[in-house]
């Protein structure tokens, strides 16, 4: 059984922010949801480097994650001044997702 696993992405963090990730339209008095290209790419390039790390094998049990992502933008003033201008949770809802669509893991519940 694989322990653990370790992989790194040139996904920008604010590709996998999930409530940028769909963009509601209505025809024919319905809602259509799609998933913003930035949004499939950003997944497509996770679950490509968290299979190869994982080699066929799937994650049990409780799980730990460890992520390091740099934002490209700080917050000018406030509280936050000289912080990253980063959603972190947005963002790492799509990195689970990204890892459960890849079978590497059954559940974000695990983490």
Same mark, same amino acid.
């Given at each position: 059984?694989?322990?653990? &696993?370790?992989?790194?992405?040139?996904?920008?963090?604010?590709?996998?922010?999930?409530?940028?990730?769909?963009? @509601?339209?209505?025809?024919?008095?319905? &809602?259509?949801?799609?998933?913003?290209?930035?949004?499939?790419?950003?997944?497509?390039?996770?679950?490509?480097?968290?299979?190869?790390?994982?080699?066929?094998? *799937?994650?049990?049990?409780?799980?730990?994650? @460890? &992520?390091?992502?740099?934002?490209?933008?700080? @917050?000018?003033?406030?509280?936050?001044?000289?912080?990253?201008?980063?959603?972190?949770?947005?963002?790492?809802?799509?990195?689970?997702?990204?890892?459960? @669509?890849?079978?590497? &893991?059954?559940?974000?519940? *695990?983490?």
């Amino acid at each position: 059984m694989k322990k653990s &696993i370790a992989f790194e992405t040139p996904v920008k963090p604010g590709d996998l922010k999930t409530n940028h990730a769909w963009r @509601h339209t209505t025809r024919g008095g319905r &809602i259509v949801v799609h998933k913003r290209s930035e949004y499939r790419s950003a997944q497509a390039a996770v679950r490509r480097a968290a299979r190869k790390a994982a080699d066929g094998w *799937q994650l049990e049990g409780s799980l730990h994650v @460890h &992520i390091t992502t740099f934002a490209e933008r700080v @917050h000018r003033k406030g509280a936050a001044a000289g912080l990253a201008f980063i959603d972190v949770d947005a963002c790492v809802k799509g990195l689970l997702d990204a890892l459960e @669509h890849s079978k590497v &893991i059954e559940s974000d519940a *695990q983490v």
